[in-house]
């Protein structure tokens, strides 16, 4: 009986900490925002990915948690979480903004946790319940509302191009990362799981940077950009994505995907304190909606735990 109650507490614990994920993600969001008006988005990932990796392999190093024989036996599911999770979602997403959108962008990336929490059910074989079911049209809903201000006039205008199939295809690779990271880093240290998918991540980021050019403007990124470009480092990155994949591995797909309704909210209101942004009552009413479902997801699976 006490080594089921021990073996449970991890679990109680992980729902509570993938709160940090959107925490850290969302604030990465709007620190970005404004990075990304001094240089290049390209050149900016880069560096945000470069600089974590080398972070997190000293980290990797130092905890002897860099294993050569687990890279070797893995690195092709290893590689293919790279190209999805880190290169193939963060260009695409800054790609597709140049066509469209922030709007359309928010919205197609919004329906993520639904396809993630699908395909989890269909092909992980990860449990379904009327509470799981709950939490995800409350939060997708509450979503919708906060990117949009409420506004039915915005959602009715919204007219779709290129941009919006690079965001598709970003959705897809968001998706095959959140799906398979599970099945693909088990028995993989989260920490060096992270470091390797942060490193590849970055090289690829890297080759794409040179192709859009603007490191020129690098040396001349004011204090505040560096400042941010830190925050971006070592929470968006470095702590962000190793509680991510620790959450995917312990609580699965589907109930880690639905955290990621709150990285909108958090922007949101890191724009409002730190960038003097607007918030209309019809964005409170989306985040209330979103709160309550990500609750709901969360003590519900952590009291059965």
Request: proline share 3%.
């Amino acid at each position: 009986m006490d080594m089921k109650n021990n073996s449970s507490k991890p679990w109680k614990g992980m729902y509570w900490l993938m709160l940090a994920v959107p925490l850290f993600w969302g604030g990465s969001f709007s620190t970005a925002e404004h990075v990304v008006s001094e240089i290049p988005p390209l050149v900016a990932a880069t560096l945000r990915f470069a600089l974590a990796g080398l972070l997190l392999t000293m980290v990797a190093i130092l905890k002897s948690e860099w294993t050569m024989p687990v890279l070797k036996q893995r690195w092709k599911g290893l590689l293919f979480v790279s190209l999805t999770g880190i290169f193939g979602y963060n260009a695409l997403f800054f790609l597709g903004l140049k066509y469209t959108s922030a709007i359309n962008g928010a919205l197609i990336i919004a329906t993520m946790p639904v396809f993630v929490t699908v395909g989890a059910v269909l092909f992980l074989k990860e449990a379904w319940s009327r509470t799981t079911a709950l939490s995800l049209v409350l939060s997708l809903v509450g979503v919708v509302i906060v990117i949009t201000k409420g506004s039915f006039n915005t959602i009715s205008s919204l007219s779709f191009n290129v941009g919006d199939v690079l965001f598709l295809a970003a959705l897809a690779c968001g998706v095959a990362y959140g799906l398979l990271g599970k099945v693909i880093m088990k028995k993989i240290s989260p920490l060096f799981a992270t470091t390797l998918m942060t490193l590849i991540g970055s090289v690829f980021l890297g080759v794409s940077s040179l192709i859009e050019g603007g490191w020129e403007k690098v040396p001349y990124l004011s204090s505040q950009g560096w400042l941010e470009m830190l925050y971006m480092v070592l929470c968006g990155t470095l702590i962000g994505y190793v509680i991510f994949n620790k959450g995917v591995e312990q609580i699965g797909a589907s109930r880690a995907s639905i955290y990621l309704n709150l990285t909108p909210i958090v922007t949101t209101l890191f724009s409002v304190v730190m960038y003097n942004t607007t918030m209309t009552w019809q964005q409170m009413l989306g985040m209330v909606m979103v709160l309550i479902g990500v609750c709901l997801a969360t003590l519900g699976k952590a009291d059965r735990s």
